[in-house]
């Protein structure tokens, strides 16, 4: 035999005896691309998650063999045994991330291993296989590339990518997991506000009424249980007129989140010109969102050398209600992928409406505005930053 020719029946050998389950392997990618590309949607029809791109990323995993083969393919259904285990006991774990076209038409990702990792966390909470978070980068970055086309380049358009894993295994029994797929989707999104900034009032929801998460629980992972059974209280609140609920927890009605968003109040302190951030610590009730952190980490940047104080820290209802009443409570926003920063008018706590410092013509206030300047401007690296990784540079 030539050198460098390895017996196929050899190699399989050695392979199966050094290393047990297979590893993520981008390196193995198959790709088949679609032969009816799709019309691209018109740039104004894109709300969220109306249209979806051309192919589908999938990988199978099975407890004995490892991770499979990676396979792009064209958009396809799932064919699932009726009994597999995800729809019967809800093994589900997903990401939301972004790709932006910059200035320049390149494609980049924004902080994509934050999120690998926190899919690797969620997958491990509910007994998922993990993975090794950079070869499912380099798949995803493969994916975007060939998805590229449904990226406009126009400020606000973006791909919002969906990972997902699932339970696959169809044996009845409640327990861990022995096969899985893997699998990701993109949907070309436009601006969330488009007409400019539309500010919300929440409702607050005491968790005698609802829970969404607790402590011991699994509310800090992006897994599918976690958000149907917001859904029926959320629909009663927008019943009484509020878009969304603001989930409290314990007797004295701490703030947690709202919606699917984390939350951030900007304080008047006592000190004469000075702000306090605030935002509820990750005390294991607390999705730890990424734009969360970019808020976090961009305040400590450039509003902490100015005096303002930075917070992780529990905050209830009363020190609200109580900041409004004596004009120190001067803006309240959410944070999330979809939105990026979305401004809150009012909270409905017990018999008030809580104003949360915005002036009836105002639709958001200025730090809010702010927050989302400086992250799109990473986003769309009109500021060259790490957070912002080009997927050319991903391989
Ligand atoms: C996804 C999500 C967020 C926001 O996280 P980002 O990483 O900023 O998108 C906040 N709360 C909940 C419950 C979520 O599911």
Redesign the pocket.
Known sequence: MAPGIVSPQRSFEQDSASSGPARLDASKLRVTKTLHPSKLPPAEDLTFGSHHTDHILQVRWTSEHGWQTPQIAPYQHLALDPAAAVLHYGFECFE??KAYRDAWGSVRLFRPE??LD?LNRSAARIALPTFDADELLKLIARFVKLEERFIYGKPGYSLYIRPVIIATNSNLGVAAPTSALLYCIACPVGPYFSAGFKAITLEAASSVVAT?AWPGGA?NH?IGG??APCIAPEKAAKARGFQQLLWLFGDDDRIT?A????LFIVLRTEQEGCFELITPPLDGM?????????VLSLARERLAPSGWTISEREICMSEVVHAAGVGKLVEVFG????AVVSPIRAIKYRDTLVQCGLSRHQSAGAITALFKEWIEARQYAVEEHPWSVPVSEIS
Do not use: F, H, Q, S
């Open positions: 939301g991330m934050v999120n926190r969404r509310g992006k976690n958000y989140e919606g699917t968003m984390n607390i999705l730890p969102g990424v734009t969360r952190d970019c944070t999330g992928t979809a």
